[in-house]
């Protein structure tokens, strides 16, 4: 949570005009501490950052984006467009899962980029990133495999959303008393969605995971795990042909790192082939709540 002096330092807004969008414009609603001071939220910030760029690079004023936000929160997800902004009104025609797909599939980055902003400002990354980015990256997944889509389209789509996530990755505070946390693919897995969205659930927490995302090698994990006494490895898997190998390191390092727990997910482990090897120490994440899971691992 930032002060709003500290909001007002990041973003280069005054304060009178901060109060000013939260108390005439209800473009966000700060929580108070127990003195009564202002506190913003990742939320709060992305949403005021969105704003200035709209009103820096399209010309809106602060009453029209007031109305743009309003209207984008009604259920059917529509908003009627103002005469004379152009911008504005292809911004409020269609659903923002629909506009960020199109601009996706067309190469669009500083669109794509837009938009996910305002979904961001709208509705905070988690719910962004669960109920509008995340299923959208599936979509455009499911498209590519039914050669709707070529293949140059998917990679854009999820390098983008990868670099975004980052950037979110890293603006979230760690909290040093929390053990650390590694999480990968296995070598030959390149579908890391269920991992990205795992390790933001747990760096909100405050946890600081070490994210090496697809493809990693299992040469130089033990190394890692000993350099930062990692506690617990997240590893997700969606081809099940990789399972023998990942469990072989699983039992492995298990063996070598007495304190390490391992959480498995991804659809390579609900193949009807596989044989999940159940012991101390090793939980699948489709039989686990997170929140509990979080709880038992590192607050216990």
């Not at 506190?39 to 009103?55: H, N, P, T």
């Not at 980015?133 to 070529?150: F, M, N, Q, S």
């Not at 389209?153 to 980052?166: G, I, K």
């Not at 795990?225 to 990692?230: E, S």
Request: charged share 25%; hydrophobic share 45%.
């Amino acid at each position: 949570m930032y002060s709003i002096q500290k909001v007002s330092d990041m973003l280069g807004i005054p304060g009178v005009t901060l109060r000013a969008w939260e108390t005439r414009h209800h473009i966000v609603n700060p929580l108070r501490s127990a003195g009564g001071h202002r506190l913003y939220s990742e939320e709060d910030i992305a949403k005021l950052r969105w704003v200035k760029k709209r009103m820096a690079e399209h010309g809106m004023k602060i009453g029209e984006i007031a109305q743009l936000l309003k209207e984008e929160k009604k259920p059917s997800g529509l908003a009627s467009a103002s005469d004379g902004d152009e911008n504005r009104r292809a911004l409020c025609e269609a659903r923002i899962d629909e506009r960020l797909y199109a601009a996706l599939i067309a190469f669009n980055t500083e669109e794509a980029n837009e938009i996910i902003d305002l979904a961001l400002s709208l509705h905070g990354y988690e719910k962004a990133f669960h109920e509008i980015i995340a299923p959208l990256l599936v979509r455009i997944g499911t498209d590519w495999e039914a050669g709707k889509l070529a293949v140059a389209q998917e990679h854009f789509a999820s390098q983008l959303v990868l670099q975004r996530f980052l950037q979110i990755f890293r603006l979230l505070p760690v909290d040093r008393r929390l053990p650390v946390a590694v999480a990968f693919c296995p070598p030959g897995e390149h579908h890391h969605l269920g991992l990205l969205l795992f390790s933001l659930f747990l760096r909100k927490k405050g946890v600081d995971v070490i994210y090496l995302g697809p493809d990693t090698p299992y040469e130089g994990l033990d190394q890692i795990i000993r350099l930062k006494n990692v506690r617990a490895a997240v590893v997700s898997v969606t081809d099940p042909r990789l399972v023998g190998a990942l469990m072989d390191w699983v039992e492995q390092s298990l063996a070598r790192h007495p304190e390490l727990d391992v959480l498995l997910g991804g659809m390579g482990l609900a193949e009807p082939s596989v044989k999940r090897r159940q012991r101390d120490r090793v939980h699948y994440e489709d039989s686990v709540n997170w929140e509990t899971w979080y709880r038992l691992h590192f607050i216990s």
